[in-house]
Structure formats: structure tokens, C-alpha cells
């Protein structure tokens, strides 16, 4: 079963609407929406149509009737494996029932169509208010409504009936209980109730004559068996001295160890050899390299002489080439900087003359620019007082933003509890100047909640008497209306309306102070101190000039002037790009020079480490001799080596066969003293065991003790019969627990572990609910875990109930409304990863007015449309 849609018409908020949530998906639907929605309002209606029959008239049914009254219709499109159906109720003044098939044809009608209704619910989901669905607010597992408590313990008991009635249709309820009794009277007698045999009793003196005769049987058994075992083993230990005392054996025993003793010798003569060999080939080996070396070395200063030589050429050529470039930059700065002082003193001349001219324009503009800024002092000074005079007017005002909040909870709780729970309120709007009156006072605008009966005066109708009923939630009114009270009396409030005005009293005092504030802040973002600053340095500022100067009767002409500075930026360039060029033909002369000191400096060193011409030829002759007789040696050595090693014995098989010819010899002789111990003792017993006629004995002994271990056999096998049938029968009676606990745990496991790792839930047989989790090897009560912690079990256990559900093939959707306000961030994704998991195969609709905290769930978004009804 799975909802694609559901229609509320003229039910509670909707009054005259029709409100429909369509788009619902197969796996996670989520309907986030802003509180006053109506969520609410479509869980419980859906409720309704699927567990209150459609000509009710009770609380349940009131509840979901708007203000204004009229019928109260729930329609919901409903996928089955057959195809789409829809099924609909109405209620109060129109009550009946209709199913229709997916063409639009009526199926069922009025009480036909509510049997349809419980065939496609079944018998094992009667009352998933209080199993499936998690109304807002509800975060246990049961309800906290009788009615709906003892509908989902039914609920679980139906699942455990499917599995258990198996019992009492074999012996029936009493005659079971008096079968366990016998059964548990004739056990009782023979053993105890760890199954072991009483004390006195039949069964257990029947074990003791039994143990009694079957050790004397043994221990004769064993006499006798080992004096034939002696004789056996007497005739093979002579035989096997026999054989060890055979002189040829001994012969090639002793000829075997000899011939092993020499090859030993041998071989290690030859791996002395083969040590000395290896020792002169690593010594050649050292001189050769050591020859390479000295050769590689000589080599490597005649290259260094040869490349110094082209760098000493090299740098005497850059020398002489970068005194020549520094020579021409100087030249070329020396005219640069002619120019640029004369174009320097041409503009200053200009300059001059402009600055006279523009003392009195900045005169001006330093006396404007004072007047702004003492305005703005007088400005910011005005706004000051205005936002102080503000602070003060708030200062006594009790009724903050806060305060205001605390009182519309207050006053909306208790009108939700007027509302909701005594189930009957009234609106009141006005259109014209009449007013209705209650004891003589106007009723305002707005829900009225009515607590009992009462009456209202019409002005020129009449009157209106009103009774909502009985009052099953007095206590929760009082509770309700004495936190409004307490929440206005908190705020010195009369009332809320007064409440309200005040707020706004505030709130307009706090606008007028923020606007003095912001004004404040614009004239002057760091206070007065600096505005007033800013006026005195100004002030200054005309001091410091003073009277300016006359300007001259022709100031310099713009252009003059202008062309003037680009001629003294000109020349000034040219000059800073003069002595650039000087500068850096200085650094690469400089860089050449100590070039060439360290070229004529390298090139010396590498001729004084390679000495005179002919000595270096000649050395390196030497060390090529030297190289080639070491190269030699080296290789007469290694072939010294590999010739000794290929004709070394193969050492290790030698030694183990040394070790097998010793071995075999001392086995022998420590064998030869072993059996002739032995054979000594042998005879002993033998002898000792001969006239004791131990046959007979055993025999004898054998009859008795069958005849003992038959009858305890007996009493044993009627324990164990008595056991077996008591067993059965409280197995066939538990086995309805099993298997109601069996498949919740193991739907339970893996989506507690999303949560707790290594934690399991315990449950109470008699409730069939949880009653504690284990995390690791620390065992809590459920009582004792938080709120948020028993939230997410209790929607856990919903959702292992729903897969059960759809496993006996009755599934039908996990609906939330409101659920998990106690997680925190971390707890409430893995929820969402456990809803997720669960959804593969299961349709979960989520209703929460949390938009922000259910962003991460995902899934589908049903769309929720409000219209008029035509």
C-alpha cells in the first residue's frame, strides 16, 4: 500500500477549502512547511479516514470540523498492487464511505467500503497511531492516549497471535498446564532441575551401584590386558634385541661413522683454502682501485688547466669591453644632467607664479569646508540628544521583543490547548459597527476557546448558547491559561491586546532610537570628539595660512606651465635613465674585473698543480702502468677464486651425514640398554600377575555391573524423555516470542548501528517493547537514556514494525509528523541515513516545520495547493 495523494475538504484550518498534497513518492517524501500550515491537520485527518468508521460522532470526528461547520470530507489515492484507488469519507452531516477504482468507478460503499478498508490494512496494523505513525510531540513509544495505547499493545498481540496459536490448538489452555505439572512431579522425583540425578533418589543410586561395578570391571579389565600386553611385549623386546646385537649391523655401523669422520676433514681443509683464495683476490682488488683513482685524478687536473687557460681569454676580452661601454654612459649622463637642471629651473619659475594665484582659491575652500563641519556638529549634537532622550523613554518599558514572544506562546498554547484538546473554539470577525457581547463585555476579534457552556448576546438577533461537550482537558486549560496569566502578570499586563499595544509602544521607541543613532553614526561613525576635531583643524589650517599673498597681475599661462613640467619630467627621465645605463656599465666593469682577477687566479693554480709539461706526461704514464699491473693481478686473483670454489665439497651435506652415522651408533647403544631394562621388568610382572586367576574374576565382575548400568540407562532415559516433553512444550509456548523478537531485532540491528555501533535493544516480553540498550558492555535503562536518544529509538522501533509489516505482507506507510525535535546536528543526519535505508522498499512521509534542520533528508517534495471549493 502507498499514498500518491490526499484531499481535505472543509476540514479545520481549510474551512471552505480544499487543500491537497500531491506527488507523493515511493521511498522519502518530505512536506516542510512554516508552522499554521496544516500539517497537523492532514496526520490526523488521514488517521481518520483510515481508522475511524465514517457515521462517528465522537472527539476524534469533532476535532477535525472547522468554526464554521459543514461536512468534513478526507479523500486519499491509494496504490496497490492491483492498480490506483481512491478512498474517501465524509463525515458529520454527510457520513458515508466510498472506494473507487482507478477508472473512476464505485466500488464499495458506506460499511462494505470500510471492510474494504480493514482487508487492505489487515489485521496486524489495527491502530499504527500509537506503532507506525509518530503524531507531533510523541517521541515515546506508546501514545500517552488509552485508547491508542491499548490499540497498538493489540497490535503487537495480533502479530504475536499469527505465530502462536499453535499451542493451544495441540492440548488446550489447562490441559497443558496440567501435563506440565505431571510431567514436572515424575521429573522432579529422578533429578534435579540442572538435570542431574537427586540425591537418594532411584536414578541416583542406580549411578552409584553401577559406578561402583563398572570400576571394580575396569580395573580387572586392566589387569588383565596389561598381563597379556606384558607377554606380547616380552616376545618383541627379545626380538628386538636380536636384531641390535647382530655383529655385521654393528660392522657397517662403525665403518659408515669412520668414512663420514675423514670426508668431514676434508671438507674443512678445502674451506681454508677457499677462505685464503678469497682473501687475495679482495687485496688485488683494493690496488686496482686505487690505481683508477690516481689515474681518474691526474686526468682531471690536466682538463682543469686547459679550461682556466680559455677563461683567462675570455675575461681579458669582457674587461676591455665593458670599460669602453662605461666610458660612453658617462658622456651620455654628463648631458643629461645639464638638461634637466635647466628645465628644472624654468619650471620652478612657472610654479611659482601658480602657487600664488591658487592660495586664494584654497583659502575659499578651507572657509566652505569649515562652515560644512560645524553644521555637522550642530547636526550630530541634535541627534545625540534625540537617541539619549529615546534610550530614556525605553528604559521603563517591561513588555521587550522577548517578553512579547514568551506571552503569544503563552496565549497560543492555550488557545491550541482550548482548541485541540476541549475540541471546540469560535472565530470572531467584524464586517460593521455591531458587536457581540458575553457578561456584558464586547468579544474581540479572533479564536475563542469554549471551556464549558455559555451564551452570547446578539444585538438585535437574539442570543447564541454554546456547549462544546464534556471537558476531558480542564487540567491542561488551567494549566494553559495559568502560564498566560503568569506570562502577563510577568510583563504587568492586564491583558494581551495591552500586551500587543505596548510592544508596539516599544517598538516605535526603539525605531526612533535607532533612527537617531543611525543618523548620529552617519554624522559622525567615530562619535563627536573627532567632527569637533576635524572643525579645530581646520581651523588651524586658515591660521597657518593666513592672508594670502597678492597673485600676480599675469599668472603663468596653463599651457607654459604644463609644457614646462613635461619638459622637466622629460629631462629627468632622461637623466634617471642616463645614469641607469652608467650604473650598470659600472656593475658589468666591475663584474669583469674580478672576473678576470679569479680566471688569472684559477689559471695559476691549475698550472702549479700540474707542474712542468714533460713531468705531467710522464706521470700520467706512470699511473697507466701502474692501473694495467693491478688490472692483471686482479683478474689471476679472481680466477683463483672461482677455480677453488668449483671444487669445494658440498660442506653442509657432509656434515649431516656425519651427524647420521654418530647418531645412528649412540641410537643403538642407548636402544640395547632401554630393551634390556625393559625385558627385566616385564618378567617381573609377568611372574607376579600368573596365579591370580584375573579371568574369572573379570567375567563375574562384567555380568554384575551390565545388569547396574541398564537400569541407571533406564532412569536416564526417562529424565531425558521428561525433559525433552517439558522443553517442548515451553518452547511451542515461547515460540511466539521468538518469533516476534527474532524479526524486529533483526530489522532493528542494522539501523541502530547507523546510530550506536556496537549497541542492542532489550525487550520486555509481556510489553513487547523496548525497555533498555547495551552500548558495549554497559547496559542502560531506556528510562535513564535522554529525550533525544529515546526519540530516535522510539522512530527506530516504528520503522523496524513497518518492514515486519510489509514482510507479512501487509506494508503501509511510516508517516512522521514532527518527529525528532530533541536530535542534534550529528544524530539527526544519521537519521536521516536510517530513514534513507528503510526507504529502498518503503514509503515515508516526513511533516515537520523544521525547513532548515530536514534540508539534508532529501527525497521527493509533495506539493501542498489550497483553493477555494467550487
Known amino acids: ?75 486519499a489515492q491509494i496504490e496497490l498492487p492491483e492498480g490506483l484507488f481512491t478512498f474517501e469519507k465524509s463525515f458529520a452531516s454527510q457520513q458515508r464511505a466510498v472506494v473507487r477504482g482507478g477508472d473512476g468507478q464505485v466500488i464499495a460503499q458506506d460499511d462494505e467500503a470500510e471492510r474494504w478498508a480493514a482487508h487492505l490494512l489487515g489485521t496486524g496494523i489495527a491502530g499504527p497511531a500509537g506503532l507506525l505513525w509518530v503524531r507531533q510531540g510523541v517521541t515515546g513509544l506508546e501514545t500517552g492516549v488509552k485508547s491508542e495505547n491499548a490499540q497498538s499493545h493489540e497490535t503487537r498481540k495480533t502479530l504475536l497471535s499469527s505465530v502462536a496459536g499453535e499451542i493451544d490448538m495441540v492440548t488446550g489452555g489447562r490441559r497443558m498446564d496440567r501435563v506440565i505439572a505431571s510431567a514436572q512431579s515424575a521429573f522432579d522425583a529422578l533429578a534435579t532441575a540442572t538435570g542431574r540425578p537427586r540425591a537418594n533418589g532411584p536414578w541416583a543410586e542406580a549411578i552409584t551401584e553401577a559406578d561402583r561395578l563398572g570400576a571394580l570391571r575396569d580395573g580387572l579389565a586392566s589387569e588383565v590386558a596389561g598381563l597379556r600386553d606384558a607377554l606380547d611385549r616380552r616376545t618383541a623386546v627379545a626380538r628386538q634385541l636380536a636384531d641390535l646385537s647382530d655383529a655385521e649391523r654393528q660392522d657397517a655401523r662403525a665403518r659408515s661413522l669412520a668414512q663420514a669422520e675423514e670426508a668431514f676433514a676434508q671438507a674443512q681443509a678445502h674451506a681454508a683454502r677457499v677462505e685464503a683464495a ?62 634637466a637642471t635647466e628645465a628644472r629651473r624654468s619650471a620652478d619659475a612657472l610654479r611659482a607664479a601658480q602657487a600664488r594665484a591658487g592660495q586664494h582659491a584654497l583659502h575659499a575652500e578651507l572657509r566652505k569646508s569649515l562652515e560644512g563641519a560645524q553644521a555637522r556638529v550642530v547636526e550630530a549634537e541634535t541627534q545625540r540628544v534625540a537617541a539619549e532622550r529615546a534610550r530614556a523613554a525605553l528604559a521603563p518599558m517591561r513588555v521587550t521583543p522577548a517578553v512579547l514572544e514568551g506571552i503569544e506562546r ?56 454554546l456547549d462544546p461537550g464534556e471537558d476531558e482537558a480542564a487540567p491542561d486549560q488551567a494549566r494553559a491559561q495559568s502560564a498566560f496569566a503568569a506570562a502577563l502578570a510577568e510583563a504587568d499586563m492586564p491583558d494581551l491586546d495591552t500586551a500587543r499595544a505596548a510592544g508596539r509602544t516599544r517598538e516605535d521607541a526603539e525605531r526612533a532610537m535607532a533612527l537617531a543613532q543611525g543618523r548620529l553614526t552617519v554624522l559622525a561613525p567615530d562619535g563627536l570628539d573627532p567632527l569637533r576635531a576635524e572643525v579645530a583643524r581646520i581651523e588651524d589650517e586658515l591660521a597657518r595660512l593666513g592672508t594670502p599673498q597678492e597673485a600676480d597681475a599675469a599668472p603663468a599661462d596653463p599651457e607654459t606651465l604644463a609644457q614646462a613640467v613635461r619638459d622637466e619630467a622629460q629631462t629627468a627621465a632622461d ?196 525497555t533498555g540498550m547495551q552500548r558495549g558492555d554497559t547496559p542502560e535503562a531506556l528510562t535513564q537514556l535522554s529525550g533525544g536518544t529515546q526519540e530516535q529509538i522510539a522512530v527506530l522501533t516504528r520503522l523496524a514494525f513497518a518492514r515486519l509489516f510489509a514482510r507479512q505482507g501487509t506494508p503501509v506507510p511510516v508517516i512522521l509528523d514532527d518527529a525528532l525535535v530533541y536530535s542534534d546536528d550529528d544524530r539527526i543526519e544519521r537519521m536521516f541515513t536510517a530513514l534513507h535505508r528503510v526507504a529502498l522498499d518503503q514509503q515515508v512521509i516526513v511533516f515537520t516545520c523544521r525547513q532548515r534542520a530536514f534540508a539534508g533528508l532529501g527525497g521527493a517534495r509533495p506539493q501542498l495547493t489550497v483553493a477555494p471549493i467550487d
Open 1 to 75: 500500500m502507498k499514498l500518491r495523494a490526499i484531499t481535505l475538504e472543509n476540514v479545520r484550518k481549510f474551512a471552505g477549502q480544499r487543500a491537497e498534497l500531491s506527488g507523493i513518492g515511493d521511498g522519502i517524501n518530505l512536506i516542510s512547511e512554516a508552522n499554521e500550515t496544516g500539517k497537523s491537520t492532514f496526520f490526523d485527518a488521514l488517521h481518520a479516514l483510515m481508522f475511524t468508521k465514517y457515521n462517528a460522532t465522537g472527539k476524534e470526528v469533532r476535532s477535525l470540523r472547522p468554526a464554521s461547520g459543514g461536512a468534513v470530507r478526507v479523500r
Open 278 to 339: 678469497r682473501k687475495d683476490a679482495t687485496l688485488a682488488a683494493l690496488q686496482r682501485d686505487a690505481a683508477q683513482g690516481a689515474l681518474d685524478g691526474l686526468l682531471e687536473r690536466q682538463r682543469s688547466s686547459t679550461e682556466t687557460a680559455a677563461t683567462l681569454d675570455a675575461a681579458e676580452g669582457a674587461q676591455t669591453a665593458a670599460q669602453a661601454v662605461l666610458d660612453q654612459a658617462q658622456g651620455r649622463a654628463d648631458a643629461a644632467q645639464r638638461h
Open 410 to 465: 503563552a496565549a497560543q498554547a492555550a488557545q491550541r490547548v482550548q482548541a485541540g484538546q476541549a475540541g471546540a473554539s469560535i472565530v470572531v470577525h467584524y464586517s460593521g459597527a455591531a458587536r457581540i457581547t458575553h457578561d456584558g463585555n464586547a468579544l474581540p476579534e479572533g479564536r475563542h476557546a469554549l471551556s464549558g457552556p455559555v451564551r452570547f448576546d446578539l444585538p438585535g438577533i437574539g442570543t447564541l448558547d
Open 575 to 770: 637623466l634617471e635613465e642616463a645614469n641607469a645605463v652608467l650604473n650598470g656599465a659600472r656593475l658589468a666593469h666591475e663584474r669583469a674585473r674580478i672576473g678576470l682577477e679569479d680566471a688569472t687566479r684559477d689559471h695559476a693554480a691549475a698550472r702549479a698543480a700540474i707542474g712542468a709539461q714533460e713531468e705531467a706526461a710522464e706521470a700520467e704514464r706512470s699511473a697507466s702502468r701502474t692501473l694495467a699491473q693491478a688490472q692483471a693481478l686482479c683478474a689471476e686473483r679472481d680466477g683463483a677464486l672461482d677455480e677453488v670454489i668449483a671444487q669445494a665439497p658440498d660442506h653442509d651435506t657432509i656434515a649431516a651425514e656425519l651427524a647420521r652415522a654418530r647418531g645412528a651408533v649412540e641410537a643403538a647403544q642407548e636402544e640395547t640398554a632401554r630393551l634390556r631394562q625393559e625385558r627385566s621388568e616385564l618378567d617381573g610382572r609377568i611372574r607376579s600377575k600368573a596365579d591370580d586367576g584375573l579371568e574369572e574374576r573379570l567375567e563375574e565382575t562384567r555380568a554384575r555391573a551390565e545388569t547396574a548400568e541398564a537400569r541407571a540407562a533406564r532412569f536416564a532415559r526417562e529424565a531425558a524423555a521428561l525433559r525433552r516433553l517439558l522443553d517442548t512444550l515451553a518452547q511451542t509456548r515461547g515460540a511466539a516470542q521468538e518469533a516476534y523478537f527474532g524479526p524486529i531485532q533483526a530489522e532493528l540491528a542494522p539501523l541502530l548501528a547507523i546510530l550506536h555501533e556496537d549497541a542492542a535493544l532489550s525487550f520486555d516480553p509481556a510489553t513487547l517493547l523496548p
